[in-house]
């Protein structure tokens, strides 16, 4: 019986979805040193503006066949402008991190964000949420302080934004919620395209900051919209394949990336609080995940 539910087309699925998202999260990972790399040259303007129009350059042929009237004329457009306004916020802050600490100390602020998701649901969405779940999302919290470590020291204006970064990513993340009648596309273009109108914004203030683009350089710049679209897409897949309380988990192998990464390319060693709050964020994260899917279950009809 169990050899022949191992050798079953699902059981295949979900091996393939468990690749799929390993090897999403790895190519996150990698376009996340790029990114790291590129912006000790370049301005977190002139990065995204590049990274974002190089994306909506490859994604044209989808808006196209979708048509422009449709992506542009939706419900709730506010609701739409808000989510695009932080996505940006969200990238930008990430960018201007990594220039300035660790890939791994970056990382820990932004695996936090499922913690800000499940604290912001109750206010924003009306969900309901237990105590495990407030348990859960308090040591969380917790984490947040012990790697932020709040001193002389270690209280940073690149560990504020960081952290106002993973803030502006959970509350994009309950707006998706709000919004998950959109398409898919819909949704991807006013990303995007909001990420580009706030990095032109940006570069336009600050026109000194535009360096000199050698050939080599815009190509990487560009490929770095490129991979993040493919990463997506790997992850998208996955969750096809698998399900979801069996690949999303893996996504917390980035902090393990992140941490062979920074100190293989840039010789980064992260803190030793950073590790001890990343322990807790990811512990947190986990059990408010897995605590849903448990009430998802519940919740089908027999």
């Known amino acids: 019986m169990t050899d022949i539910a191992a050798s079953s087309p699902a059981a295949g699925s979900a091996r393939l979805g468990v690749l799929l998202m390993l090897l999403g999260m790895v190519m996150f990972s990698l376009n996340d040193v790029l990114g790291k790399w590129l912006v000790a040259t370049y301005s977190v303007g002139q990065l995204m503006l590049i990274r974002s129009l190089a994306a909506l350059v490859v ?3 989808f808006f196209w066949r979708v048509g422009w009237r449709r992506l542009v004329d939706v419900d709730r ?11 940006a916020v969200e990238a930008c802050g990430f960018y201007f991190a990594v220039a300035y600490m660790p890939l791994a100390d970056a990382m820990t602020y932004w695996l936090a964000a499922p913690i800000y998701v499940a604290a912001l649901s109750p206010l924003m969405l009306g969900e309901k949420v237990g105590w495990r779940r407030w348990t859960a999302i308090v040591i969380g919290f917790v984490g947040v302080i012990i790697a932020l470590s709040p001193s002389k020291d270690t209280f940073t204006l690149p560990a504020l934004i960081a952290l106002a970064g993973s803030l502006a990513f959970g509350l994009a993340m309950v707006l998706g919620r709000s919004l998950r009648a959109a398409p898919d596309t819909t949704l991807v273009f006013w990303q995007i395209a909001g990420a580009a109108v706030v990095a032109g914004i940006w570069c336009l203030a600050d026109p000194a900051g535009w360096a000199p683009l050698r050939p080599l350089d815009f190509g990487l710049l560009s490929l770095l919209g490129i991979v993040a679209m493919g990463a997506h897409m790997l992850v998208n897949r996955s969750l096809k394949l698998a399900d979801a309380a069996t690949v999303v988990p893996l996504q917390y192998t980035m902090l393990l990336w992140a941490v062979v990464f920074g100190w293989f390319f840039f010789g980064d060693v992260p803190r030793s609080a950073m590790l001890v709050g990343a322990g807790f964020i990811v512990a947190s994260g986990l059990f408010i995940f897995f605590r849903e899917q448990q ?3 519940r919740a089908r009809p027999i």
């Not at 808000?82 to 996505?87: C, E, G, M, N, Q």
């Open 295 to 297: 009430l998802k279950r």
């Open 59 to 61: 994604l044209s042929p």
């Open 77 to 87: 457009p506010r609701l739409h402008l808000l989510r695009a306004a932080l996505f």
